[in-house]
């Protein structure tokens, strides 16, 4: 497998017995990927050493073979933390991780190194490493993803009695709590980790042992090799095992999901820190300033946050369109999908910490919120008055409608506009006093009771579900 020592450059290759020369300087451009895949190294050694305590269980692999490789491969893992963490990469030669692996591994106990890709190809070990990374990344994801889910929680309990304007179409709609808005945001996160979740079971099976594409011709036991790795079952196919990236698109698939709804929520956060809402005011942690205009105040943070959206989407995008042609099997077009996977993990994994750290900081200007509510926002409720008196809702809109167009006649709004007027248009809008009562803030939000609602019961009602649900989640958080 290994050329002779004085040809360097090929020397630790996992291919090349049948080629007279080495690959050109531009090809190993576009192939080399230990920049990217030196991020497997825990992985790489991890399954490494499944993979030769396996062989050795199934008769493959001498007791002293395998604990000089166990052996070795720790020093392996000490020798790649230390240089990770002084230089921040490696600056072997090989072309991937699991050259380098093996090369180091050599180099400390000689020989015996060569036994430990006996019936094992790049292929399935490249897919194992890439799983096994996912399974201990993605908690991570979903630990920043509660805490964020928590700040929302908290501060629409502690700001439950402010009242703000809600908006469709971006026009002022309807009165509602403050915490109502706060958790239809959590709703969408809450969503988002009960996604995550269920992509567990579909990434938590290992192709190790799936050879190159035929599977392995050693009678090795691949669901006790899966369990020693903590899978929760193994890949039922060899072919499949070594060709199928599913799991990577339905990771970059829901993180563009995940993604749409920050930026969502930093949208309307972004417009609410306009000097035009000013409902809310961000910390300078999460601000920035203007090179030229001293007294701006930027959101850039959340901005960015929001132009993340577009680039999750396109990660997603463009390895479905990789992968979409491909013959069966592996191709090394598939090399492609760790790029994209740690770009769009540690990116999302950024934008989702900007999020917890934005809204958890952020200022609530409550008599803002309350003077952008305008009279004309309860219109629905003097339409329902009319229900409630017989009136058939249609008729009741339109008498509604009515009024408007009289109180701009007037150059009122609909609190002012004279109770003659009102009686004038439709006599079940009822005498003075109870006109006036339509015309209260607090009023208009308690009516909407039903689940859902906003409400303050209502909304208490969402508290308690969510915190039941977190507090559920919270025995797996790796924060607390």
């Known amino acids: 497998m290994f050329s002779s020592d004085n040809e360097p450059a090929i020397r630790y290759q996992l291919w090349g017995g049948c080629f007279e020369e080495g690959p050109s300087a531009v090809l190993r451009r576009l192939n080399d990927s230990l920049p990217i895949d030196s ?10 050493r499944c993979w030769a305590q ?6 493959y692999l001498a007791m002293k073979d395998n604990e000089e490789i166990q052996q070795g491969l720790n020093k392996v893992e000490k020798d790649i933390e230390v240089e990770l963490s002084a230089k921040g990469k490696l600056s072997d030669p090989e072309e991937d991780i699991h050259s380098v692996v093996e090369r180091r591994l050599h180099d400390h106990i000689g020989d015996a190194a060569l036994r430990l890709h006996t019936g094992r190809s790049r292929n399935d070990q490249s897919a194992t490493d890439t799983r096994l990374w996912m399974l201990q990344g993605l908690p991570r994801l979903k630990d920043i993803l509660l805490e964020d889910i928590l700040v929302l929680l908290n501060r629409a309990e502690s700001e439950i009695d402010i009242i703000a304007p809600g908006y469709t179409h971006l026009q002022r709609a ?5 915490s109502h808005f706060l958790l239809s945001h959590a709703w969408f996160l809450r969503d988002d980790v009960l996604r995550l979740d269920e992509q567990t079971s579909r990434l938590s099976r290992s192709p190790l042992g799936s050879g190159a594409l035929a599977g392995c011709a050693l009678a090795i036991d691949r669901s006790r090799l899966g369990k020693s790795l903590d899978f929760a079952d193994i890949t039922p196919n060899s072919m499949f095992g070594v060709g199928c990236r599913d799991h990577i698109v339905e990771f970059l698939n829901w993180a563009s999901l995940c993604g749409i709804h920050l930026s969502r929520l930093a949208e309307d956060l972004i417009i609410y820190s306009s000097q035009e809402f000013g409902i809310v005011k961000f910390s300078d942690q999460f601000s920035t300033g203007s090179s030229l205009m001293p007294q701006k105040r930027n959101p850039d943070g959340l901005e960015l946050v929001r132009g993340a959206a577009g680039l999750f989407l396109g990660d997603s995008f463009s ?3 990789t992968l979409k042609g491909l013959p069966s099997t592996y191709n090394k077009d ?3 999908d760790k790029e994209l996977l740690f770009r769009s993990y540690d990116r999302l994994l ?12 952020m200022e609530v200007n409550a008599k803002r919120a309350l003077n952008s509510l305008d009279p004309g926002m309860l219109a629905t409720d003097l339409a329902l008055a009319l229900v409630r008196r017989g009136v058939p809702f249609r008729r009741a809109h339109h008498l509604v409608g009515t009024a408007l167009k009289r109180a701009e006649v007037l150059g009122v709004d609909l609190q002012t506009l004279p109770h003659k007027e009102y009686t004038a248009i439709c006599p079940e809008f009822g005498n003075d006093e109870e006109l006036k009562n339509v ?5 208009s939000v308690e009516q909407y009771t039903s689940a859902g609602g906003t409400s303050r019961a209502a ?4 508290l308690n579900e969510l915190r039941t649900w977190f507090r559920s989640c919270s025995k797996q958080l790796k924060f607390q």
């Open 54 to 59: 396996e062989l050795h269980r199934s008769g």
């Open 334 to 336: 598939l090399q492609s």
């Open 439 to 443: 015309f209260s803030w607090k009023a």
């Open 350 to 361: 950024d934008c989702l910490k900007i999020i917890g750290g934005s809204v958890s900081t």
């Open 319 to 321: 390895f479905s369109c």
């Open 174 to 178: 309807q009165p509602i709590l403050w």
């Open 459 to 462: 909304v208490e009602q969402q």
């Open 39 to 48: 991020r497997l190294y825990r992985e790489d050694i991890q399954g490494s």
